[in-house]
């Protein structure tokens, strides 16, 4: 049997030739057209965790990396990486290490729990806090309370926080600060603090004074007691009292002399 | 008018997720949140568009004069998963702000069967330049229509408690299953 040879090579020039002017034209572009990345941005990644907790406050351990390399961001962002992540980093970047980063902690600022906080409603929804709060502002008294449906536990990459009579405590050795139950929570009662600070107002609410008594046991009723004896290291936001860290605050007679028991050593 | 029916048919009645079951991968696997869907989306109309008027030429400019139409899912394949990296190179260079929105999937879509299945409908319909664009432009459409609408859905299905034993991926694909069901309501619409 005499074979056609064109029928062979006709079909393997002409997919050849296809591969080879598109691998010509991509290696032509990447030539010309290639945007060069900065190599330390490589290096650095591998530095970085790769957890992609988001903790720094960028998209993830490469976005994070890029941000160090080319727009001068902060070396001390990450939390999981730790005081050797950011030596490693400042090898890279040929910089000073500086301070290791002040280590944050997550703290639930609610105190309500289901001895202290009325329940308005029965709520036999789905367990969830966001499904909570969107059905009718919620079961609990308070509108700015803890629900206590475990929304921030799940999120919790570390298994760090248990849900305690009704509502959410963050054990504090376990967290990682990588604010994952900060943006679980569809009330914000989740705050990053320095985890060198002892005493904290552990109350969200804005209402006044009156409508928090009705609702809870121990919520901030905007007495003032606490600025004036904090040396401004307690100010209010509107009938709420809130912790600047800013600043020292360590004096013990706060805790006993808060009519609402809301300021506490956690 | 006989455009817009191309459209509706793209589109609707003859989706390509839910009636065809072309691009089912990225379907289930970038419909976990809104913005992911949307870029998936964006990235899917652009190349799908490209992809038409590029094989279109390929095949009737080189396969077809020289007898080798057999040749031509090999031959689309390699041309597009090339278009792909090509854009992204050009894209990266010249357009950076759509390259941060859509790059990522970029590459995801170089070997997309949607893709290819555009090209490869357009030759077998016969359609000419203009209607074979339009055929990828509106199939991209209508892809990224099924695929907003599922990641919808399963955002929502998020928060449901459905029964242990449907957790996750079972109640995902039995969503999918329902809403193709839910298409196949338009077929008769357009013959």
Known sequence: ?266 | MEYVILIVSAVLVNNFVLSRFLGICPFLGVSRRIPTAMGMSGAVIFIMTLASAVTWALQRLMLDPLGLGYLQTLAFILTIAALVQLIDIVMKRFVPPLHAALGIFLPLITTNCAVLGAAVINMKEGYGFFKSVLFGFSAALGFAFALLIFTGLRERIELADPPQCFKGVAISLITAGLLSLAFMGFSGLVK
């Not at chain 1, 002409?14 to 057209?33: E, H, T």
């Not at chain 1, 941005?41 to 530095?47: A, I, M, N, P, S």
């Not at chain 1, 936001?237 to 805790?255: C, M, N, R, S, W």
């Open chain 1, 1 to 266: 049997m005499a074979i056609d040879i064109t029928s062979v090579l006709i079909p393997t020039l002409c997919i050849g030739g296809v591969g080879l002017v598109s691998a010509a034209a991509l290696a032509i572009a990447d030539k010309f057209l290639s945007v060069p990345e900065d190599p330390r941005v490589q290096k650095l990644t591998e530095c970085l965790p790769g957890a992609n907790c988001g903790g720094c406050g960028f998209a993830g351990c490469a976005d994070y990396a890029r941000a160090i390399a080319l727009d001068g961001a902060e070396i001390n962002l990450c939390a999981p990486a730790g005081g050797a992540g950011v030596a490693a980093i400042a090898a890279v970047m040929g910089r000073e290490a500086g301070a290791d980063p002040e280590r944050k902690v997550a703290l639930v600022l609610c105190c309500g729990d289901s001895t202290e906080a009325v329940r308005r409603a029965h709520y036999n929804g789905i367990a969830d806090c966001a499904a909570a709060h969107a059905t009718a502002g919620g079961d609990k008294g308070c509108t700015y309370g803890c629900l206590g449906y475990a929304s921030c536990a799940r999120a919790c990459p570390e298994g760090g926080i248990r849900m305690v009579n009704g509502i959410a405590v963050v054990d504090r050795d376990a967290c990682i600060t990588c604010g994952h139950c900060v943006s679980a929570c569809p009330r914000k009662l989740i705050k990053l603090v320095p985890a060198s600070a002892e005493i904290h107002v552990l109350c969200s609410s804005k209402d006044k004074g009156p409508a928090v008594k009705k609702v809870c046991g121990t919520g901030c009723i905007g007495c003032r007691i606490c600025t004036k004896l904090s040396g401004g290291a307690i100010a209010m936001d509107g009938h709420l009292a809130v912790v600047d860290y800013t600043k020292e605050l360590k004096d013990p007679e706060l805790i006993a002399k808060c009519p609402g028991h809301c300021i506490r050593k956690v």
